[in-house]
């Protein structure tokens, strides 16, 4: 459950993100339940930054909820949107 009371989403996009980058030996945080716009995974490659990734299904055309909108716009850095591994591969490992 989010913070919010409602239940999180996640969808095979998610998972094999997660997952695929796990494989590649990212390190990866699932904060889909925090909810409140906060990005669904925290990774980490090595020694390089922490990136922030929001999650989307293919043909959702990256659609924002409103607090995940606010969320981007409050954050201090950058939170890139997603919606298939090689996108993910490329913000992250890259």
Do not use: N, Y
């Amino acid at each position: 459950m989010t913070v919010q009371g409602m239940p999180a989403r996640t969808d095979d996009t998610h998972t094999a993100i997660r997952d695929g980058l796990r494989q590649l030996g990212v390190r990866v945080h699932d904060t889909h339940e925090i909810g409140g716009g906060f990005p669904d995974l925290v990774c980490r490659h090595h020694e390089g930054p922490v990136v922030l990734l929001e999650v989307k299904t293919p043909g959702s055309r990256r659609r924002l909820t409103k607090a995940e909108a606010v969320f981007h716009r409050e954050w201090a850095g950058v939170v890139f949107v997603v919606c298939d591994l090689a996108e993910a591969v490329v913000v992250v490992c890259e």
